[in-house]
């Protein structure tokens, strides 16, 4: 079994970029900004609620990254992807469907930044998914990903490592 850590300088990165956005949606979600400006494109109501709803949001997600980002390294700190010879446990991503069979997966490939993979019986990995994790799967699949779409930004291995590792691992299970 090879356990895939999170890259800890990469994490501090994106925590502390995180909080520096969340503290200007907060500062901006406090404030009244008419008051600072004069002649600002915010003395229109439409456009000042506007972007107090854009900020609000904008504190939201910031506020769930942080919190989802803290509470997977405090849990899964040295096992965020479990690489076994049957299967692999994936706890990369909000969405990650967790244990996943390598005679379940039908294909393999790079998009953008992520490792997509495409499993033969989706349906069944997808049938217990509910709320937010189905709603973002969804979502992967309307702009033309997969339901387990890998991504390594925060890990200590790189995008070619790990999608050799699990090419292996895939290609060893199915020639038995």
Known sequence: MK?????????????????ILLSFCLFFLI???RKITDNSPFD?????????????FS???FTFGVVFIIKNVIKYKNNVIEIHEEYMIDRSTYNS??????????????????ICIELKNEEEYLKNIKGLRKFLINSNKKMKYTSIS???????????????????????????
């Open 3 to 19: 356990n895939i850590k999170y890259d800890m300088k990469q994490v501090i990165g994106v925590l502390l970029g995180s909080f």
């Open 31 to 33: 404030f009244d900004i």
């Open 44 to 56: 229109n109501l439409i456009i000042y609620y506007l972007c107090k709803g854009f900020v609000l």
């Open 59 to 61: 504190t939201l997600f």
């Open 97 to 114: 469907l967790g244990k996943i069979e390598y005679k379940d997966i039908e294909k393999i490939y790079t998009k953008g930044a992520f």
């Open 150 to 176: 890998l991504s390594d930004n925060l890990l200590k291995i790189g995008r070619s490592e790990l999608k050799k590792l699990i090419e292996e691992k895939v290609k060893q299970v199915n020639t038995i």
